[in-house]
C-alpha cells in the first residue's frame, strides 16, 4: 500500500481537483457564486482533514495516528475493534461518517468523565456534552448546505485514500498474473512499532 506521505499528496491533489468541480456543482445547484465558493472551502476544508487527520489507517498503529500527538491513544479502541482494512475502515462512504462519529463520542466520554471526578472533588461544572451537542444540532439546523458540504468532502477525503489503495493492489495483482515481478515493496505501510518504542528511536515516519 502506500505510504503515509504518499496518501497525504495523494490527498492534497484530489482536493485541488475537487475544488473547481465543487464550486461549478454549486453553481449549478443555483448557489450564490460566493455561497458556492464559501460552500467549496468547506468541502476542501473536510476532504483535507479527513485524509490527513481522520485517515483511514486510524485503524493501525502508524504515523497518522502520531499526529494526534498526546491524543493519540483516543484511537486505540478503534483500532483494536476495527480490523485493518476491513470494510469498516477502508470502506467508501460509511466509514469516514464512523469516524466522525466515534470522535464525537470519545469527546462526549471524555466530557462525562470530567464532570464526574470534578463531582468527586465536590465542583460543579455545566452541562458541557449536552451544550456540545446542542450547539451542533443548531449548526445543522441553521447551516445546513455548510454542514453537507463539509461532510461530502469529509468523506471524499478518506475515500481517496481507499481508492488509492485499491488500485495499488488491483495494479500489483494484475501484472503478478502478466507475469511481471514487482519491485516496488510498501512493507513499512503495515509495519507495527509501539508508540513508546517509536518515541525512543525517533522513528515517526512510519
Known sequence: MPGAQTHDAITVASGIALAPLSYVALLNLSQP???????????????????IMFSPDLDLDSRID???GIFYWIW???????PHRNFWSHG???PPLLRFLYFYLVVIGLMILMAWVSGRLGLVVPDYPARLTTALLGIWRDHPREVLAFMAGFVTGGAAHTIADWLVTGGKHFLRRMGLRVVVRYDGHDQYIRYAQRRRSGSWER
Open 76 to 82: 486505540r479502541p478503534y483500532m483494536w475493534v476495527v
Open 66 to 68: 502520531n499526529r494526534w
Open 92 to 94: 467508501l462512504v460509511l
Open 33 to 51: 457564486p460566493s455561497v458556492a465558493a464559501a460552500n467549496t472551502l468547506l468541502l476542501i476544508g473536510g476532504h483535507l482533514l479527513s485524509g
